[in-house]
Every structure is written in C-alpha cells, then in structure tokens.
T-cell receptor, first 115, second 113 residues
Framework: GAVVSQHPSRVICKSGTSVKIECRSL??????MFWYRQFPKQSLMLMAT?????????EQGVEKDKFLINHASLTLSTLTVTSAHPEDSSFYIC???????????FGPGTRLLVL | QQQVKQSPQSLIVQKGGIPIINCAYE??????FPWYQQFPGKGPALLIA?????SEKKEGRFTISFNKSAKQFSLHIMDSQPGDSATYFC????????????FGTGTSLTVIP
C-alpha cells in the first residue's frame, strides 16, 4: 500500500518551454501533497504544500508564478514549470499524505533537464 | 536555520557492521520523527518512524533510539548488507505546521562486502 507515482520520470526540454509533472497517489486519498526539489548529494528542499481544492502554499523564495501547482483531486497533483531555464534543471519529488496522518509517501522523482 | 542536524555526512562500514546515524533537533514541539532511505535517482522510501512517547522502536534490522531529554534520535542498522548502501535522511514534523517535514542533511552509507 501507500504507493505514489510520478510522471514523467525524466524530461528534457528547451529553454522557454513549460513542463508539467504529475503526482498520483495510487491506493489512498492524499489530502495533502508536497513538492520538493533536490540537488545532487543534497537534502530535499520543500517548494510548496498543496491541500486538495485549495491554493498551494509556497516556501519563501519559490516563485509561485513559475512553479504552478494544482491539486484538483484527492489522488492527483501537478507541478508545471513555466518558461523553464537551465537553472531549473533538477530532481523534483512529490510526496502525499492522508488526512490526520503524519507519514509522507514519496514518488520516484522526475529528472528535469532544461537545455 | 537547519532545524534538524544530521551526522555523519558519510559513513563506510564492513558487511555485518552496525552503522549509526545521529540526528538532533531544537524544537520540542516536534512530535514525529521518520527515517527515509534513498537510492540514487529514486524517491525516498520510509524506513521507520517514532513518536516521542517511546525510547526505542525496532523494525527488522532497523532500530530508532530516541532520547527526548537530549533532543536526539538515531538510526541503527543491524547486520548491514551491501544492499543497504544508500543515503539516509532523518526528519521531524509537528502538527501545528501541517506536519511539514524538516529534513536532515543526509548520510551517505557505503557497506563494503
């Protein structure tokens, strides 16, 4: 149980284009989903928290107009990187949590490379 | 400000050894402490978690020791195997911030055959 999927697993795009990453909870209802960014050999950096049906809460320094988050259902959240630039290249990981639970279950991550 | 401090940064042990990874925190409001294992290019996977009302929790070869007064907790891996070679992250959370996780900086473990 508690499986979270992400799609795509890897994406390469040209600078200036937008990329959408999907995060799905496969066997539970995720009232809250989190989006993280991870640089090589570093810890996970929380970008934003999204509750189903509400606007996402972004961490300080994360541009909400650049990283658009939608959490329209209890099993799906999407992160759209708009007008991507090479400095946006990174490993993006989502996690999901059920209501009233502390545990976060992580997706396998999406490797984004912006050329 | 790093809310959770993790050490060591890297660790090398022989197969069968018992690596110990330590984490410390300052905020006494934290009430949930999970450990995650991450392999290269993969997402973190939950290993084991503890709440502050117990001092030790064991699941298979993984044990968490928790010292509430010292505000420290540690992960012990019994009979370590080469397949345990991965990066390990501790984390802490509290309910009043929506259970947001504060992660440690990670420990890269290598188990030599």
């Amino acid at each position: 149980g508690a499986v979270v999927s992400q799609h795509p697993s890897r994406v390469i795009c040209k600078s200036g284009t937008s990329v959408k990453i999907e995060c799905r909870s496969l066997d539970f209802q995720a009232t809250t989903m989190f989006w993280y960014r991870q640089f090589p050999k570093q810890s996970l950096m929380l970008m934003a928290t999204s509750n189903e049906g509400s606007k996402a809460t972004y961490e300080q320094g994360v541009e909400k107009d650049k990283f658009l988050i939608n959490h329209a259902s209890l099993t799906l959240s999407t992160l759209t990187v708009t007008s991507a630039h090479p400095e946006d290249s990174s490993f993006y990981i989502c996690s999901a949590r059920e209501a009233w639970q502390e545990t976060q279950y992580f997706g396998p991550g999406t490797r984004l490379l912006v050329l | 400000q790093q809310q959770v401090k993790q050490s060591p940064q890297s660790l090398i042990v022989q197969k069968g050894g018992i690596p110990i990874i330590n984490c410390a925190y300052e905020n006494t409001a934290f009430d949930y402490f999970p450990w995650y294992q991450q392999f290269p290019g993969k997402g973190p996977a939950l290993l084991i978690a503890i709440r502050p009302d117990v001092s030790e929790k064991k699941e298979g070869r993984f044990t968490i020791s928790f010292n509430k007064s010292a505000k420290q907790f540690s992960l012990h891996i019994m009979d370590s195997q080469p397949g345990d070679s991965a990066t390990y992250f501790c984390a802490a959370s509290k309910r009043d911030t929506g259970n947001q996780f504060y992660f440690g900086t990670g420990t890269s473990l290598t188990v030599i055959p």
